[in-house]
């Protein structure tokens, strides 16, 4: 299967890359990427011995299936708009694989839009980070056609260690906004216990080793609690992007009629480092809010 179908990527970020360079380990023809970084996309081109597409267009027309890996759900709209050449001119017999965490609606306009035009199209969202998406071992939630998901299912094998179907379109991007807003609460209160454990004196390796003991062990514990404590915020989650995710949670809450009060204090801390103008660090970087002497330092301008 892998040496007959042609895959092209719009989307070069940390996500989309390391995607592209994993299959093509493993034997596919990357035949088209794209990106906004037209600089970027030659560079991962050559790398790929693919072709960096001018438009859009190109990287359908020279593409079975398209994996698009976007920032939001502008970008979502706009490569897949129904007014311009996009990635739907010419698209009749497509598969799109959409990565981006953007709202459910928003999935499931692209959806219908595909349809529209002949294309086929499923949500696939990815639980991992840059590791996970160059060896392939990401976790991903998949929705949209029964069929259509079992159709591609060795291709998405091929990206990930475990995959759970969610059923209709939609499902997955709710069940992505569950993940990412639980995990961003764990980050936001792991950087204030451990700001409120610097204040008090405590030898935050101790601090962290009695966490995980206990009931304030999590997930986040292990992948970011270090960094955390050494000011380590090398950008593999960007905090920009926990803000963003962070509002696709508590607007569905919103729409369902709950009030989310954790979640809205997340968001708002997230908020406001992109206001301060470190929304592009990791988000462990919140933790910069939480302990004391960094928010002092950072607020005279000593970082």
Not at 71 to 90: A, H, K, W, Y
Not at 192 to 210: I, S
Not at 223 to 236: K, L, S
Not at 248 to 272: K, N, V
Request: overall charge negative; charged content about 25%.
């Amino acid at each position: 299967m892998n040496q007959q179908m042609r895959t092209g990527f719009v989307g070069l970020g940390r996500m989309g890359a390391n995607i592209a360079r994993n299959l093509f380990d493993r034997g596919y023809p990357v035949a088209r990427v794209f990106d906004a970084n037209r600089q970027h996309a030659a560079e991962i081109a050559s790398e790929l011995r693919s072709a960096a597409a001018q438009t859009l267009r190109e990287v359908t027309e020279g593409s079975d299936v398209i994996i698009t890996a976007v920032g939001n759900d502008s970008d979502m709209d706009q490569i897949f708009s129904e007014d311009r050449n996009s990635l739907l001119t010419g698209s009749s017999g497509k598969i799109f694989l959409n990565c981006a965490t953007v709202r459910p609606k928003t999935h499931i306009e692209t959806e219908r839009r595909c349809h529209q035009n002949g294309a086929r199209s499923l949500e696939v969202s990815m639980a991992g980070s840059i590791p996970q998406a160059r060896n392939g071992s990401l976790f991903l939630i998949v929705a949209g056609e029964k069929e259509l998901f079992e159709q591609i299912t060795p291709l998405l094998k091929d990206m990930s260690s475990a995959i759970t179907y969610m059923g209709a379109s939609g499902q997955a991007a709710r069940m992505k906004a569950l993940v990412n807003m639980v995990m961003n609460i764990n980050t936001a209160a792991l950087a204030e216990g451990l700001g409120l454990a610097d204040a008090m004196g405590l030898d935050l390796t101790v601090v962290r080793e009695v966490f995980a003991r206990t009931g304030a062990n999590s997930r986040v514990l292990e992948t970011d609690g270090a960094d955390m404590q050494n000011r380590d915020h090398e950008v593999y989650f960007s905090a920009s992007h926990a803000a963003k995710d962070a509002h696709i949670a508590t607007e569905i809450a919103r729409e369902l009629g709950l009030r989310l009060p954790l979640a809205e204090a997340t968001a708002m801390q997230y908020d406001r480092m992109v206001g301060m103008g470190i929304g592009e660090l990791d988000k462990s970087a919140i933790s910069e809010l939480t302990f004391r002497k960094r928010l002092s330092d950072r607020n005279q301008g000593n970082t």
